[in-house]
């Protein structure tokens, strides 16, 4: 049997190993997993909601042996693995049991009255069956449980396939929803690599929600496309910070360091790209040469910045290093790596033209460039084939959401940096190469949801209009009802000229149309008054 071997990039010490699952292991979890989906999606929102409440106080009792897994697996500070990977997903917790019910509730839809005589029309939502949730390593915790528990509230059974690099955070998960009173087999888990996501896809879950690089997206969403299966695909980003001269400088070179450095880069919505306004070009760089100098690298509890994953990421931000010194950027110093630990970096005097500027770095490197005025940062910032988050700066309220709401983004945010994606109410995802659907916020839910509408009918008539047979007249009487429903003119005129069609309508008049003739003739005798 083939196993994998989970390392930590903190010391090299071996965490675990893993059976790799087979063709059968993934037939036989998907077969699970919809007798399991079975009865959840019978369990009243409410309840599903009750149940899963729990989840935020398993998160709490477990709170120290979470974050040791989180910096052991991932190599990130404890103070990340607290705030990014376990503080969003209580307030998830906390605003879908709140709200689910009302979300996912059925609601009534209006109708017309002339079209649909006598009917109502509503629709529900339904939970789309197993979902099959494949998650990255750089927040292998909140980045598997948020989508999971969207699921797990909309009425779905969930496949976890983590990352391969971070398999000991996939156990803990799957062993924390078993403490929870859930139908058997809910929640399951396949370890492997990318081969085993791609068979994942081929066994056919209902629905696939996808985190991780454009490449990987690009893969499943080809995947999927041969059965087909619906995707959510949540892909790298390029962000831009956009800092006018008129912003709180000190402020805003704090959110910049950290906005570019938290976890090491690696994360999804970090600053990879700074405009600064031209006035305040130059102070504002030494601002940051300042702060990033005092930023701490290690393993103590008193550390900003722990390891990188893996090699291969710094074989990348080498990469994008080097390539931006060649065409003339200035660094804040020599890239420095002691293993898997790196220095963060400033890098100014770059264009567009450079990979650091245009590619997904994920490290600790943070490119600068000036520019002139609004119309400026906003052409600056939208070029670029990503559109994931964004961040402007500025004191007047009003300008610096005039440009947010230029940006080519799915999410933004004024004097801030990040945080505005742990929002639970806030819908998230990306445009452009940064990928397509939404989670958090009632948009979560509902896509993992499918709505089914309904339209019950009450009419007495023996039949209605618009069925069979045809003819000339009935052809004219249509017409005739179409331009007194949609057409110009008051409701008289409307009447008026289209009197002959609506007398055509009285031979299907058997009980319903007897009435609604009656309130036709009511009312234009009122407007002849």
Same mark, same amino acid.
């Given at each position: 049997?083939?196993?994998?071997?989970?390392?930590?990039?903190?010391?090299?010490?071996?965490?675990?190993?893993?059976?790799? $699952?087979?063709?059968?292991?993934?037939?036989?979890?998907?077969? #699970? !997993?919809?007798?399991?989906?079975?009865?959840?999606?019978?369990?009243? @929102?409410?309840?599903?909601? *009750?149940?899963? $409440?729990?989840?935020?106080?398993?998160?709490?009792?477990?709170?120290?042996?979470?974050?040791?897994?989180?910096?052991?697996?991932?190599?990130?500070?404890?103070?990340? $693995?607290?705030?990014?990977?376990?503080? /969003? &997903?209580?307030?998830?917790?906390?605003?879908?049991?709140?709200?689910?019910?009302?979300?996912?509730?059925?609601?009534?839809?209006?109708?017309?009255?002339?079209?649909?005589?006598?009917?109502?029309?509503?629709?529900?939502? =339904?939970?789309?069956?197993?979902?099959?949730?494949?998650?990255?390593?750089?927040?292998?915790?909140?980045?598997?449980?948020?989508?999971?528990?969207?699921?797990?509230?909309?009425?779905?059974?969930?496949?976890?396939? /983590?990352?391969?690099?971070? %398999?000991?955070?996939?156990?803990?998960?799957?062993?924390?929803?078993?403490?929870?009173?859930?139908?058997?087999? &809910?929640?399951?888990?396949?370890?492997?690599?990318?081969?085993?996501?791609?068979? &994942?896809?081929?066994?056919?879950?209902?629905?696939?929600?996808?985190?991780?690089?454009?490449?990987?997206?690009?893969? @499943?969403?080809?995947?999927?496309?041969?059965?087909?299966?619906?995707?959510?695909?949540?892909?790298?980003?390029?962000?831009?910070?956009?800092?006018?001269?008129?912003?709180?400088?000190?402020?805003?070179?704090?959110?910049?360091?950290?906005?570019?450095?938290?976890?090491?880069?690696?994360?999804?919505?970090?600053?990879?790209?700074?405009?600064?306004?031209?006035?305040?070009?130059?102070?504002?760089?030494? *601002?940051?040469?300042?702060?990033?100098?005092?930023?701490?690298?290690?393993?103590?509890?008193?550390?900003?910045?722990?390891?990188?994953?893996?090699?291969?990421?710094?074989?990348?931000?080498?990469?994008?290093?080097?390539?931006?010194?060649?065409?003339?950027?200035?660094?804040?110093?020599?890239?420095?790596?002691?293993?898997?630990?790196?220095?963060?970096?400033?890098?100014?005097?770059?264009?567009?033209?450079?990979?650091?500027?245009?590619?997904?770095?994920?490290?600790?490197?943070?490119?600068?460039?000036?520019?002139?005025?609004?119309?400026? !940062?906003?052409?600056?910032?939208?070029?670029?084939?990503?559109?994931?988050? $964004?961040?402007?700066?500025? #004191?007047?309220? !009003?300008?610096?959401?005039?440009?947010?709401?230029?940006?080519?983004?799915?999410?933004?945010?004024?004097?801030?940096?990040?945080?505005?994606?742990?929002?639970?109410? %806030?819908?998230?995802?990306?445009?452009?190469?940064?990928?397509?659907?939404?989670?958090?916020?009632?948009?979560?839910?509902?896509?993992?949801?499918?709505?089914?509408?309904?339209?019950?009918?009450?009419?007495?008539?023996?039949?209605?209009?618009?069925?069979?047979?045809?003819?000339?007249?009935?052809? #004219?009487?249509?017409?005739?009802?179409?331009?007194?429903?949609?057409?110009?003119?008051?409701?008289?005129? =409307?009447?008026?000229?289209?009197?002959?069609?609506?007398?055509?309508?009285?031979?299907?008049?058997?009980?319903?149309? @007897?009435?609604?003739?009656?309130?036709?003739?009511?009312?234009?005798?009122?407007?002849?008054?």
């Amino acid at each position: 049997m083939a196993t994998l071997q989970a390392f930590s990039p903190l010391d090299g010490r071996l965490l675990g190993e893993y059976p790799v $699952a087979t063709e059968d292991d993934i037939r036989r979890t998907l077969q #699970r !997993a919809r007798a399991a989906a079975s009865i959840w999606s019978e369990t009243p @929102v409410k309840q599903r909601c *009750r149940i899963l $409440a729990k989840f935020g106080e398993l998160l709490l009792a477990e709170l120290d042996a979470i974050v040791d897994c989180l910096r052991l697996t991932s190599g990130k500070v404890a103070c990340e $693995a607290l705030l990014g990977e376990i503080y /969003p &997903l209580l307030d998830l917790l906390a605003y879908y049991r709140k709200h689910a019910p009302d979300i996912l509730a059925e609601r009534g839809v209006a109708t017309s009255p002339f079209a649909f005589p006598g009917a109502t029309a509503k629709v529900c939502y =339904r939970p789309v069956g197993v979902a099959a949730v494949i998650s990255p390593w750089n927040y292998p915790f909140q980045l598997s449980v948020a989508p999971l528990l969207t699921a797990l509230f909309a009425g779905n059974a969930v496949i976890l396939k /983590p990352s391969e690099l971070s %398999l000991p955070v996939g156990q803990l998960i799957v062993d924390l929803f078993q403490r929870l009173d859930l139908p058997p087999d &809910l929640v399951q888990w396949l370890p492997g690599d990318g081969s085993v996501g791609a068979q &994942l896809i081929d066994a056919g879950p209902d629905l696939v929600f996808f985190t991780g690089s454009l490449a990987g997206g690009q893969a @499943v969403m080809r995947q999927a496309a041969q059965h087909p299966i619906p995707v959510l695909l949540e892909l790298g980003g390029k962000d831009a910070m956009l800092v006018f001269a008129d912003a709180d400088l000190d402020r805003a070179a704090a959110a910049a360091v950290y906005g570019a450095f938290s976890n090491s880069g690696q994360v999804c919505v970090s600053v990879e790209r700074l405009y600064l306004q031209r006035q305040c070009h130059d102070q504002f760089l030494q *601002r940051l040469l300042d702060a990033s100098k005092q930023l701490r690298v290690g393993t103590g509890a008193d550390v900003e910045l722990g390891a990188m994953v893996s090699g291969r990421q710094i074989e990348l931000i080498k990469a994008h290093y080097d390539d931006a010194l060649a065409q003339g950027a200035v660094a804040s110093g020599p890239l420095v790596c002691d293993g898997n630990f790196v220095r963060p970096l400033v890098l100014w005097n770059v264009h567009h033209g450079m990979r650091v500027m245009r590619e997904e770095s994920f490290g600790p490197l943070l490119p600068v460039m000036a520019f002139d005025s609004e119309a400026d !940062a906003v052409a600056l910032a939208n070029d670029s084939e990503f559109g994931l988050n $964004a961040s402007v700066w500025s #004191r007047d309220i !009003a300008k610096a959401e005039r440009v947010a709401q230029q940006l080519q983004v799915g999410n933004w945010a004024v004097n801030d940096v990040i945080k505005n994606i742990g929002h639970a109410g %806030l819908p998230f995802g990306g445009v452009k190469r940064s990928g397509f659907g939404r989670y958090h916020g009632a948009e979560g839910l509902l896509a993992f949801s499918y709505p089914v509408s309904g339209l019950t009918s009450r009419s007495h008539l023996p039949k209605e209009p618009n069925w069979f047979p045809y003819s000339a007249q009935h052809y #004219r009487a249509l017409q005739g009802y179409l331009d007194f429903v949609h057409g110009g003119g008051s409701l008289r005129q =409307r009447i008026k000229r289209n009197w002959p069609a609506l007398q055509a309508f009285r031979e299907y008049s058997a009980f319903d149309l @007897v009435q609604r003739w009656h309130n036709l003739k009511l009312l234009l005798s009122w407007h002849r008054k």
